[in-house]
């Protein structure tokens, strides 16, 4: 019996045959953005990158790669749509545990704000090279889409998540320039929100 992960390794297999890109990797994440306009940022804890790169102790967005079973689990209020249920179950659980925030619902029209990267890098003995693909959805935290957890306050009292005022950004050491640029797009969008 061929496996789901078999299905789509096949399915990436074709594409390639075809010159089609393949992505591998999905990155969702939130622009959480306070009344004044600050985004929400976290600090990184994790020494580990996809690139191999330590970049612990800088800032960024809190989200995460989406993975297979964001694709098949339903979760959520019932007015999200299956076409947005993996987003909004990935978010969910990257929210939960690296911001301690109950994502309650999406925004409609949700605003996703891509950036792309194809990137060569060294992966022990072999030469990779990954096309990765990321969206930041802008969240206005005073619109009702999260809900604070005891978690939220204990991270942002112990300084691992602040609202960082958006003149100060420039000086934030943001973990790559393309997290500074969703970021800065996401606050664009908020303008209009």
């Known amino acids: 019996m061929t496996t789901e992960n078999e299905k789509i390794l096949a399915e990436c297999k074709k594409n390639l045959e075809r010159g089609r890109a393949v992505a591998t990797g999905i990155g969702l994440f939130a622009v959480v953005v306070n009344d004044m306009g600050d985004p929400l940022l976290r600090r990184r804890t994790e020494k580990d990158s996809l690139y191999g790169k330590d970049l ?19 979760v959520g209020p019932e007015d999200i749509s299956n076409y947005q249920q993996p987003i909004f179950a990935c978010l969910s659980q990257e929210l939960d545990e690296e911001a301690g925030l109950k994502l309650l619902s999406l925004p409609q029209p949700l605003s996703l704000i891509p950036a792309w990267l194809w990137k060569p890098y060294q992966d ?23 809900e604070e957890t005891s978690e939220f306050a204990q991270k942002f009292r112990r300084g691992e998540l602040m609202f ?30």
């Open 56 to 74: 612990s102790g800088k800032w960024e967005m809190t989200g995460g790669g989406a993975e297979l079973p964001h694709f098949t689990v339903r």
């Open 124 to 146: 022990k003995e072999e030469e990779r090279i990954t096309i990765d693909l990321a969206f930041s959805v802008p969240l206005m935290w005073t619109h009702g889409y999260l």
């Open 164 to 193: 960082v005022p958006v003149e100060k950004l420039p000086e934030i050491d943001i973990v790559s320039p393309r997290t500074r640029f969703l970021i800065e797009q996401a606050l664009r969008s908020c303008d209009s929100l």
